[in-house]
């Protein structure tokens, strides 16, 4: 069963699904083969922990159909029919439990059986029911437009000449697909500054941005967001964008679903960190806000769990601008939600941190030597912050130490980003010419801190005029 689709979706079940199935399988209204219920139960009980390829299919022959000759062909229409019905079940479980798909669904029914009175009543449960919940997004847009399609269906053949909801019908429709087009030209851009090399056709993009603005649709939620979101990517001088983008999520985020307020707030940082690189500490500010809020509201979560980079990256916020009791908080409170293979070095990474901005280099000093990170940026982080600890504690001889092997090992690290690796390897040559300099001489201070000015990309940049200007 190594490659069976049946296995891979038994596998995918939770345990009240699989309460429910056996109820399922049980009604002749939705299987009535008993070798099915057999072989679900079996399948269940005795291999829910195994991979397919364990599952050996003369075993399961055995248990399923005993005493009988075993019959390939005979297993696998019972393997056919029990993945049918699972289906069935769960393409019933969703359109049950979305109740726009099943006010919508039903409107249609009671619609094509000219059942007027059903329909009449279902179709406004169903434009009361989404006024009613909270979300404004595409979801929203797109069951609207599926409503008043319905009641465009509905008219037409009583009042063929004027069917009076097709401006209605034409709105709703523009409005789902502007919100569409504006959320996908964001994720095009978010895939495209990873992957450099991909082209994307804008299509009807420009038209849109344009339409939006013509026709004032700036008022709906959904288009707003990726409208803001987009144009604060591709126009990050003109700030009033982002600060548009970043009062709607503030204010609005219960009108998105989990998946598109987490797209937004990633948007949001992401455009803080160059105003950030730039020295802007008001977005330093507005950057650790933003952490706080997604994760506290656990927007910033997947599945009940915080990447090591948001998780490294709220700290680093917090550490900007001086949040420490809110970083040393949330590591306590958020640390069992990092993946547990990682979650001891991550902890101990980020509290090391803490310990070095506080001014405590013996504790992050201790936290620093005791783990070799898997990661290979987080080494290199944490070795970059014992050299600042080696050279502020006057430790020379373990900072020139530190610095050959840490060349070294940026040498062997081909894997690590141009960019990346270049502002370090500058960094080491900055960090290394301090041990030659002559804090005492005017001339030699004002050439190291022209040449610190003057490097470009170089990590540690205020760290290293700091210690020029400090001597």
């Avoid at 952490?291 to 990256?313: A, D, K, P, Q």
Wanted: aromatic content about 12%; charged content about 30%; overall charge neutral.
């Amino acid at each position: 069963m190594q490659k069976s689709i049946l296995w891979e979706v038994m596998r995918s079940l939770s345990r009240k699904e699989v309460r429910e199935l056996n109820k399922w399988l049980q009604s002749p209204a939705h299987n009535q083969r008993e070798d099915v219920v057999h072989l679900f139960e079996y399948l269940h009980k005795h291999h829910s922990g195994e991979s397919g390829a364990s599952i050996e299919k003369k075993r399961v022959w055995k248990a399923v159909f005993p005493g009988e000759v075993y019959d390939d062909a005979r297993l696998r229409q019972a393997m056919f029919f029990l993945l049918k019905a699972i289906e069935e079940y769960l393409v019933f479980k969703h359109s049950t439990e979305d109740r726009a798909v099943y006010l919508s669904k039903l409107t249609q029914i009671y619609r094509s059986r000219k059942l007027d009175k059903a329909y009449r009543q279902v179709h406004r449960q169903g434009l009361d029911w989404l006024e009613e919940q909270p979300l404004r997004n595409g979801y929203y847009l797109l069951h609207r437009y599926f409503l008043e399609l319905e009641e465009y269906n509905y008219r037409l053949p009583i009042s063929q000449n004027a069917p009076v909801n097709l401006q209605e019908s034409a709105d709703a429709l523009e409005k789902w697909f502007l919100a569409e087009k504006l959320r996908i030209a964001c994720a095009m851009i978010a895939h495209r500054n990873v992957f450099q090399k991909i082209h994307y056709e804008p299509g009807l993009l420009q038209e849109s941005l344009d339409y939006v603005l013509r026709k004032d649709l700036l008022k709906e939620p959904a288009i707003a967001a990726f409208y803001y979101a987009y144009m604060a990517i591709t126009q990050p001088n003109d700030e009033q964008y982002f600060d548009r983008l970043e009062n709607l999520i503030h204010t609005q985020f219960e009108c998105f679903d989990h998946s598109e307020a987490r797209v937004l707030y990633i948007a949001a940082i992401n455009y803080c960190v160059p105003k950030i690189n730039q020295g802007n500490a008001d977005y330093a500010r507005r950057a650790f806000l933003l952490y706080r809020s997604g994760l506290e509201t656990e927007i910033l979560l997947e599945n009940g769990l915080v990447s090591r980079y948001t998780f490294g990256n709220a700290v680093g916020a917090a550490l900007r601008i001086g949040e420490y009791g809110w970083a040393e908080q949330f590591i306590e409170q958020f640390q069992h939600h990092l993946d547990e293979r990682e979650r001891k070095s991550i902890v101990n990474f980020n509290r090391s941190r803490i310990y070095y901005e506080k001014g405590d280099y013996d504790n992050a000093q201790r936290l620093l030597t005791r783990f070799e990170y898997d990661d290979m940026l987080l080494n290199i982080i944490a070795k970059t912050m014992l050299l600042k600890i080696y050279y502020e504690q006057g430790e020379f001889e373990a900072f020139e130490s530190l610095l050959e092997s840490m060349r070294i090992y940026l040498q062997r690290k081909e894997a690590l980003d141009a960019t990346r690796k270049t502002a370090y390897k500058n960094m080491l040559h900055l960090m290394r010419k301090l041990l030659s300099w002559n804090p005492y001489s005017a001339p030699q201070t004002e050439r190291l801190r022209a040449l610190i000015e003057s490097t470009h990309p170089v990590m540690e940049k205020d760290w290293l005029l700091k210690q020029v200007d400090k001597r």
